[in-house]
């Protein structure tokens, strides 16, 4: 089975300060993992996937295979982050339609 | 434009009153999926898609049918919506190699 867990269901930092937030999957499966973002009463939108290794509005996310980790990190946080903020899994291999979402952090980022 | 149509918006119906949720993407993408929102739980899956008359369920499909007999269109039918289907849903495609791109979302109320 897959599973995402997001420990923190809220997160506040001040302007500047760096931000983490965590999410870790169980999977014995080549997952691909993602973060999504979505703003207040907007949409869900893709800000990142471990195989592209972007760097999108100063985020970073590493795949620790490891520690069965994807966090999501920004050195200095601004206002406008403040969102709630999604890792999802999708199993690559024979399920390329599902995708399987944690259930969220709320980041709030204080002026 | 690239995107996925959700129509309606907002809707608010009776007790057993047969609704559909549509939604359409021009992208010409293989995989389609519908999501539920709820404070607490995050996404869950109800149905997805991965090609034309192909269909799978989800992790809550109780009391939802979805059909895909075009490409570009995968309405989700509550034939007899009771007040827990009350949720935000989204619909949403993807090519199966990025992520999903999401709908804007359907606040459905049943009372």
């Known amino acids: 089975a897959q599973r995402v867990t997001q420990p923190e269901k809220l997160l506040s930092v001040f302007k500047g300060a760096p931000v983490e937030l965590k999410c870790n999957y169980s999977?014995?499966?080549?997952?691909?993992l993602f973060w999504y973002v979505q703003y207040s009463r907007q949409r869900l939108q893709l800000l990142l996937r471990?195989?592209s290794r972007e760097s999108i509005k100063g985020f970073t996310a590493d795949l620790n295979k490891g520690e069965t980790s994807f966090h999501l990190k920004k050195p200095f946080a601004q206002e406008e982050d403040s969102a709630m903020y999604y890792c999802a899994l999708s199993d690559r291999g024979s399920t390329l339609g599902r995708l399987y979402f944690g259930r969220g952090t709320q980041l709030t980022v204080w002026p | 434009e690239a995107q996925v149509t959700q129509n309606p918006r907002y809707l608010i119906t009776v007790t057993g009153k047969k609704l559909t949720v549509t939604c359409s993407q021009n992208m010409n993408h293989e995989y389609m999926s519908w999501y539920r929102q709820d404070p607490g739980l995050g996404l869950r899956q109800i149905y997805y898609?991965?090609?034309?008359?192909?269909?799978d369920k989800g992790d809550v499909p109780e009391g939802y049918k979805v059909s895909r007999k075009e490409k570009r269109n995968f309405p989700l039918i509550l034939e007899s919506p009771s007040p827990n289907q009350t949720s935000l849903y989204f619909c949403a495609s993807s090519s199966g190699f990025d992520g999903y791109t999401f709908g804007s979302g359907t606040r459905l109320t049943v009372v």
């Open positions: 898609s991965m090609n034309v008359e192909v269909t």
């Open positions: 999977y014995s499966g080549s997952p691909e």
């Open positions: 471990h195989i």
